[in-house]
């Protein structure tokens, strides 16, 4: 892999933050608003309550994940080879 220069290590970096603050955004919100139409209860609560508290979970792990193998392969791609 080519290496980066700092400027554009940070820059790759911020960007990445970015795209994942926006993700964090919109699984924290966006069923919140529409789960106000969903009327359905499971198991006497309301589906909004199941979508809100398994679905963000979940997405926010994913969220996690996808920011620690992208990180990983930039710091790879920075760092020097090291002998194993």
Sequence with gaps: MKAFAPADYWRRTRRLTAWLLL?????AFAPVYFARELSIEVFGW???FWLASQGALLGFCAIVIVYARC???LDEAVSPQETR
């Design 23 to 27: 993700a964090w955004a919109v699984v």
């Design 46 to 48: 309301p589906l909004a």
């Design 71 to 73: 990180m990983r392969r």
